[in-house]
């Protein structure tokens, strides 16, 4: 249980420091952070060669696809922007963030790509709104963005999952998360 909630902290901390790096002109304080939160989490993985691919596949995959984003103008950046082609630094290790959830606090979700699909088209295009409601990052057409975003992240939300399936490098059991949860719920 303890490890399911750093796992989850850390990601928050991770996540809102690269977002409001990145709003506010300061890009790799958010780098800075996530790169804490991967050192922490290889350090409590059980093989962390693997889970380190596992970071870097997810990574780059997230590089692309918000490179993709701003190069068609679904989206726009506040700051960290490096090349045109690829999404900024702090993006990059937001995804890289993302990734150790995988195979810790999102390991209920491995074989269940229905699941993955919805929670990725409705917690994709959240993610990105919080985010703009934060300043980091603009919608030229809100709508559309939206939908991309959904559509995105309904086929990088399985494909996530299942790369850490194949990359499993945690050592957290799949259904660990789902099972603390659900006992806690219950008052087990």
């Given amino acids: 249980m303890l490890r399911l909630v750093v796992n989850l902290v850390a990601f928050q901390i991770a996540w809102f420091a690269c977002v409001l790096g990145g709003a506010h002109g300061w890009p790799w304080l958010g780098v800075g952070v996530a790169a804490l939160v991967v050192v922490l989490h290889l350090r409590m993985s059980a093989a962390p060669r693997r889970e380190a691919m596992l970071l870097t596949l997810v990574g780059a995959i997230g590089a692309v696809w918000d490179g993709f984003l701003v190069r068609f103008g ?92 194949r990359f499993d490098g945690a050592g957290f059991p799949k259904t660990a998360a789902l099972t603390t949860l659900t006992e806690n719920s219950a008052g087990v």
Avoid: C
Avoid at 109 to 128: D, E, M, N, Q
């Fill in 74 to 165: 679904f989206l726009e950046y506040s700051s960290g922007m490096l090349l045109p082609w690829l999404a900024p630094i702090w993006i990059i290790a937001m995804w890289v963030a993302f990734a150790t959830t995988l195979n810790v606090a999102l390991s209920w979700l491995k074989g269940r790509w229905t699941l993955a699909v919805v929670l990725g088209a409705i917690g994709g295009p959240l993610a990105f709104y919080g985010g703009h409601k934060l300043g980091a990052v603009a919608f030229p057409d809100t709508f559309v963005a939206m939908a991309v975003l959904a559509g995105g992240w309904s086929f990088l939300m399985p494909l996530s999952a299942w790369l850490a399936q």
